[in-house]
């Protein structure tokens, strides 16, 4: 599986943006995929993830702020963020989990501004 992540930037706080992953290969037979961050000085940690079921999950700083969802015929995953704080700074990463293994993007850098 390669996944490329794209879409971060600069953004004030209080402004959105949309972060897609290209997925290589069926995104529907993916066990779970989603997005981890890694702010500045800081451990990486999941932001969200959703399963082949289709089931999101989201970590608890979202909030509601952030939505992941997936496109099966493009095999494309995309996390809609809104309401951005300076602490949501970071790199995002996109991740696919199976059974036998996990990968990574690259990371798409996100910076808000105050």
């Known amino acids: 599986v390669q996944l490329q992540a794209f879409g971060g930037g600069l953004v004030q706080a209080g402004g959105s943006l949309r972060l897609s992953c290209a997925v290589s290969?069926?995104?529907?037979?993916?066990?779970?995929i989603g997005w981890y961050r890694q702010p500045p000085g800081k451990q990486r940690e999941l932001v969200a993830k959703?399963?082949?079921?289709?089931?999101?999950n989201y970590a608890g700083f979202v909030k509601g702020r952030f939505t992941i969802s997936r496109d099966i015929a493009k095999n494309t995953l995309s996390l809609r963020v809104d309401s951005l704080k300076p602490e949501d700074t970071g790199v995002y990463y996109c991740?696919?989990?199976?059974?036998?293994?996990?990968?990574w993007g690259q990371g798409t850098l996100v910076t808000v501004s105050s």
């Open positions: 991740h696919a989990w199976q059974t036998w293994g996990e990968y």
């Open positions: 290969g069926s995104i529907f037979s993916i066990a779970e």
């Open positions: 959703i399963t082949s079921r289709g089931s999101p």
